[in-house]
């Protein structure tokens, strides 16, 4: 059925970054995913659209990638940026390290106590490196999560009410 939508549409579908990603509880059923005469090769997790999704569906192994990440670019900031003013350090962050943080986070946002103290270290962290932040009010990570997923429910809403036909 791809193979044949591919042909009509005139694609080449590129067998070798194929793979098959079985999401189950509880016991397997083994079978095998055949694509143009290959046999596709089943992985525990595959990346997709910068996220990555395991076939247990936790996002403990994401959260640990993205908060590896963003620790980085933190201490980047901290060792580049010579000037002692905290608003452009803090803007730095805002700018280049909470986008990856926040990438996705309706799909993502952690549960797991473990995993929201990770994420909530990175922003922690970083603070608690800089000088004279008393006084600076950030929003902290789970209140910027809960915007996001609060944002995503009302386009969802509205994108709802839009289709339906009010005759």
Known sequence: MIVDWA???QLSVSVD???VLKIRCGTAVDVDFIFTGNVLPTVTHCRDLGVTIVSDLSSTQYNSEIVSEAH???NCIV???SSGDIH???RAFNVYVRPIVEYNSVIWSPV???DIELVEKVQLRFTKRLRRLRNLSVMDMSGCRYMGASVARLVILVSGA???SWN
Do not use: I, T
């Open 112 to 114: 797991a106590k473990h």
């Open 7 to 9: 042909n009509n549409w």
């Open 88 to 90: 452009l350090l803090v």
């Open 17 to 19: 970054k194929c793979s």
């Open 162 to 164: 839009r289709s339906r």
């Open 79 to 81: 060792r580049s940026f």
């Open 72 to 74: 980085q670019r933190a």
